[in-house]
């Protein structure tokens, strides 16, 4: 028996009562201000466009039963623009100048709380408190190792079109081209087994050092081979809110050491379901007729992340249950809340590939 209760509902035919596309645009020259809180602090009206949309959106995306789905992709959109900057681009240097602006964190602290007190609806946190952490944690590594195929991944498997499978790419890229960035935010500081885990997962998804070998590497192989862009966020466009919320949530969890069990619990989530949900892809991808190099980054995990789920579970997780006693189920926590963020995502960009797959044919 899982924690799941009742999924908040989400209307994608809610009445915009503001202009969400312009308000974004406002916040995106915000965030090229030169010295945005001194320009704040002389100029408060600056902002106030900007503010008044952000209130409006959060009241319209987490305090009503039926949300607005444009209200979420506001806020979500918002919210990676802001977390991005805590990760390197090798870009113009002067996009960072607001890097560490209070005003920026003021926002993102006000779009992450409610947002997470929302997501949280979902989540019985009582029932995992009184739950042996270790067995559930087993319970559900074995379940997500080697699940039956949902409708959604036989969709992909056995429906999705070349056009489909682009958009597939082209989602997945937004996280695909950056891979494991959030993980290395967490493995400074005391050394100990568990970090030395860690780190070594690290570089095996860093390719040991070696950028043929880099899994980033793989997912832009894969890109130029079906003939798409490689650069980084180039179909930032077509991402649904409910994949800007997988990763946005990545960050929330990494970024804050009082949520790194839960971060562990997220990690092991991933490092379990990749095999099964890649092999999907790979499948698809094959009975497409793309050559290796088009289905190459899916291949690469799901033979690497069979060992590194393993790793997560016996060398990661199962030792922080007896550090952090009275806390452990937290990883719990973070491994359903994974879970439930990765389904809803998946279905999202399935949707998603149905929309185009559609509009290629009309």
Same mark, same amino acid.
């Given at each position: *028996?899982?924690? *799941?209760?009742?999924?908040?509902?989400?209307?994608?035919?809610?009445?915009t009562k503001v202009n969400y596309c312009e308000a974004e645009d406002d916040f995106t020259r915000l965030l090229q201000c030169d010295d945005l809180d001194l320009k704040i602090a002389?100029?408060?009206?600056?902002?106030?466009?900007?503010?008044?949309?952000?209130?409006?959106?959060?009241?319209?995306?987490?305090?009503?039963?039926?949300?607005?789905?444009?209200?979420?992709?506001?806020?979500?959109?918002?919210?990676?623009?802001?977390?991005?900057?805590?990760?390197?681009?090798?870009?113009?240097?002067?996009?960072?100048?607001?890097? %560490?602006?209070?005003?920026?964190?003021?926002?993102?602290?006000?779009?992450?709380?409610?947002?997470? #007190?929302?997501?949280?609806?979902?989540?019985?946190?009582?029932?995992?408190?009184?739950?042996?952490?270790?067995?559930?944690?087993?319970?559900?590594?074995?379940?997500?190792?080697?699940?039956?195929?949902?409708?959604?991944?036989?969709?992909? &498997?056995?429906?999705?079109?070349?056009?489909?499978?682009?958009? +597939?790419?082209?989602?997945?890229?937004?996280? @695909?081209?950056?891979?494991?960035?959030?993980?290395?935010?967490?493995?400074? @500081?005391?050394?100990?087994?568990?970090?030395?885990?860690?780190?070594?997962?690290?570089?095996?998804?860093?390719?040991?050092?070696? +950028?043929? &070998?880099?899994?980033?590497?793989?997912?832009?192989?894969?890109?130029?081979?079906? @003939? *798409?862009?490689?650069?980084?966020?180039?179909?930032?466009?077509?991402?649904?809110?409910?994949?800007?919320?997988?990763?946005?949530?990545?960050?929330?969890?990494?970024?804050?050491?009082?949520?790194? +069990? &839960?971060?562990?619990?997220?990690?092991?989530?991933?490092?379990?379901?990749?095999?099964?949900?890649?092999?999907?892809?790979?499948?698809?991808?094959?009975?497409? @007729?793309?050559?290796?190099?088009?289905?190459?980054?899916?291949?690469?995990?799901?033979?690497?992340?069979?060992?590194?789920?393993?790793? *997560?579970?016996?060398?990661?997780?199962?030792?922080?249950?007896?550090?952090?006693? %009275?806390?452990?189920?937290?990883?719990?926590?973070?491994? #359903?809340?994974? &879970?439930?963020?990765?389904?809803r995502a998946s279905q999202a960009v399935a949707l998603s590939v149905g929309q185009a797959e559609q509009a290629e044919?009309?």
């Amino acid at each position: *028996m899982h924690s *799941m209760s009742v999924v908040p509902q989400v209307s994608s035919h809610t009445v915009t009562k503001v202009n969400y596309c312009e308000a974004e645009d406002d916040f995106t020259r915000l965030l090229q201000c030169d010295d945005l809180d001194l320009k704040i602090a002389t100029t408060p009206k600056y902002v106030e466009l900007f503010e008044n949309t952000l209130s409006f959106a959060i009241s319209d995306a987490y305090k009503k039963d039926i949300a607005s789905s444009a209200a979420h992709l506001f806020l979500h959109r918002v919210l990676y623009k802001i977390n991005r900057l805590k990760i390197f681009w090798y870009d113009d240097l002067e996009n960072y100048v607001n890097e %560490n602006s209070a005003f920026l964190f003021s926002i993102r602290k006000k779009i992450d709380s409610t947002w997470q #007190d929302w997501e949280a609806r979902t989540i019985d946190v009582n029932f995992l408190k009184q739950g042996d952490v270790e067995a559930a944690l087993r319970k559900r590594v074995a379940e997500d190792l080697d699940p039956e195929p949902s409708p959604t991944e036989l969709f992909f &498997r056995s429906e999705m079109s070349s056009i489909g499978y682009r958009r +597939l790419l082209a989602i997945s890229s937004l996280d @695909g081209l950056v891979e494991a960035s959030q993980l290395s935010r967490v493995i400074g @500081g005391v050394g100990n087994e568990v970090q030395a885990m860690l780190t070594k997962i690290l570089l095996e998804e860093y390719g040991g050092g070696k +950028l043929a &070998r880099k899994h980033t590497s793989f997912f832009s192989t894969m890109l130029k081979a079906v @003939g *798409m862009s490689v650069k980084p966020e180039a179909y930032f466009e077509v991402v649904p809110w409910e994949v800007l919320a997988n990763i946005n949530h990545s960050f929330t969890v990494c970024e804050s050491k009082r949520n790194f +069990l &839960r971060y562990i619990g997220s990690l092991l989530y991933f490092e379990t379901s990749v095999p099964a949900a890649f092999q999907n892809y790979k499948i698809a991808g094959e009975r497409l @007729g793309f050559g290796y190099e088009a289905i190459g980054y899916w291949d690469v995990h799901i033979k690497e992340d069979i060992r590194h789920g393993q790793w *997560m579970l016996n060398d990661v997780a199962i030792p922080l249950i007896d550090c952090y006693k %009275n806390l452990a189920w937290e990883i719990v926590l973070g491994y #359903d809340q994974q &879970r439930f963020l990765s389904t809803r995502a998946s279905q999202a960009v399935a949707l998603s590939v149905g929309q185009a797959e559609q509009a290629e044919s009309d």
